[in-house]
């Protein structure tokens, strides 16, 4: 089946960008997608990529896909302790009705 | 605006035991899904379905039934509960042509 790859863990400090990377191997994903999940919480979209389009920025938050590499990246800028989390990766093929994900990159910021 | 709504919060079961976990969405969407998260496994797809009457497998849809008759609910069924089960459920539906995929709070269930 189709997979999704993420880096498990990144630490960085408050004020500080942050970047999550992510690699996907469905060559006919449609969209690609950022969740965000605090501790035993459900999971929150933060935004969302259609795959004909190579960034996205929404506030502090800045998408880039390179469709060829397969390859999404997260930033976010001015990384605040309130964004410490894990973020999932997620993509949906062309059959427009599920996702796959990853497996959570959790993201630790200190003051 | 409820969203999507799981319940219960929090279920333990005994081995063998039968139990539904219940979902339900207030947004008119066509589709919805069951995902299970696992620690260090992130969300695997157990059932989906694109309408009420249509429904299908997802990734890991073993010990696991479902069923569509309304297009506001998707009833997760655990026919005979296993350990291997122990997981925090979410359920999510979406709106066909939207691509927005919403989750509800999860039903962490544990199996002993």
């Known amino acids: 089946g189709e997979d999704v790859e993420q880096s498990l863990f990144l630490s960085v400090r408050e004020g500080d960008s942050s970047v999550i990377n992510c690699t996907y191997t469905?060559?006919?994903?449609?969209?690609l997608y950022w969740y965000k999940q605090e501790p035993g919480a459900g999971l929150q979209l933060l935004t969302y990529?259609?795959?004909?389009?190579d960034m996205k920025q929404d506030q502090r938050l800045t998408v880039l896909l390179n469709k060829k590499d397969k390859h999404l990246s997260l930033r976010i800028a001015d990384t605040q302790t309130g964004d410490s989390a894990i973020y999932f990766c997620?993509?949906?093929?062309?059959?427009?009705?599920?996702?796959?994900f990853g497996k959570g990159t959790m993201l630790l910021v200190s003051p | 605006n409820a969203g999507v709504t799981q319940t219960p919060k929090f279920q333990v079961l005994k081995t063998g035991q039968s139990m539904t976990l219940q979902c339900a969405q207030d947004?008119?969407?066509?589709?919805m899904s069951w995902y299970r998260q696992d620690p260090g496994m992130g969300l695997r797809l157990i059932h989906y379905?694109?309408?009420?009457?249509?429904?299908d497998q997802g990734e890991v849809p073993n010990g696991y039934n479902v069923s569509r008759s309304t297009t506001e609910d998707f009833p997760l069924r655990l026919l005979s509960a296993a350990p291997s089960q122990t997981s925090v459920y979410f359920c999510?539906?979406?709106?066909?042509?939207?691509?927005?995929?919403?989750f509800g709070p999860g039903t962490r269930l544990t199996v002993t």
């Open positions: 947004m008119n969407h066509e589709y």
């Open positions: 379905s694109v309408g009420a009457g249509i429904t």
């Open positions: 469905d060559s006919s994903s449609t969209y």
């Open positions: 997620a993509e949906m093929g062309s059959g427009y009705s599920t996702l796959t």
């Open positions: 999510a539906s979406m709106a066909a042509v939207q691509y927005e995929q919403y």
């Open positions: 990529i259609f795959s004909n389009m």
